[in-house]
C-alpha cells in the first residue's frame, strides 16, 4: 500500500498527465494577414500589436504555458473570442469599433487584468494610453465620420 501523500501526488501526477492529451488548445493557429485597417500612423499599430495584438490579430505569441493544459485551454479561448470580435489582420467587415474600443482602452478594460500579469509588455503609460484610444477612435471609425473621410481633403 502506497502511503496517503504519495497516492495524493501520483493521481495529481496522472491528471496533468491526462488532460494534455485533450485536443482543444493545441492549435495555435497564426492564419495569414488578408487585410489591415487603414491606420492612423505606425504609432497605433505599435501599440495596438504590443497591447493587443495577441488576441486581435493573426500575430499572436503563443507563450510556454499556452502549451501546457489547462492553461492553454484558457489562452485558446481568448484568442478564439477575441479574434472574433475584433482581428486587425482580417479587417473586411464595416463595424465601427473605433469609440468602444478608445473607451475600452482608456477604462483599463482592455487589455485584461491576467493578461497584463503575464505581458509587462503590454502595459502602457499613461500617455501610451491616451495615444492608442485616440488612434483607435481614427483608425477604427466612430459611426459619425465617414470611414474614409481623411482621403477626401484636399
Ligand atoms: C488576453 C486577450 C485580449 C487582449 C490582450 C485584448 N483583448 Fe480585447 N477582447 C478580448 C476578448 C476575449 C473579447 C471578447 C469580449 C469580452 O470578453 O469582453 C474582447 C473584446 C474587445 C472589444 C469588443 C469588440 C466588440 O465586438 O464589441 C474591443 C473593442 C477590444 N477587445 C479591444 C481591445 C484593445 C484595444 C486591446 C488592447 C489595448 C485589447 N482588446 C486587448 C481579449 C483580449
Redesign the pocket.
Known sequence: MMRRPAYVLSALALLVFAIQLVPYGRRHANPDVTREPDWDGPRTREL?AR??G???SNGTSWPWYSFVAPASWLVQR??E??RS??NVSEWDHE?K?GE??AD??RARE???WF?LRLHAR?R?SPEEREA?ATG?AATFGTGTAPHHHEHDAP
Open positions: 495596438f497591447a493587443c495577441d488576441c486581435h481568448d484568442v473570442v477575441g470580435h475584433l463595424e469599433l468602444e474600443a475600452l482602452v482592455m487589455p485584461p493578461y503590454a502602457l492608442l483607435l
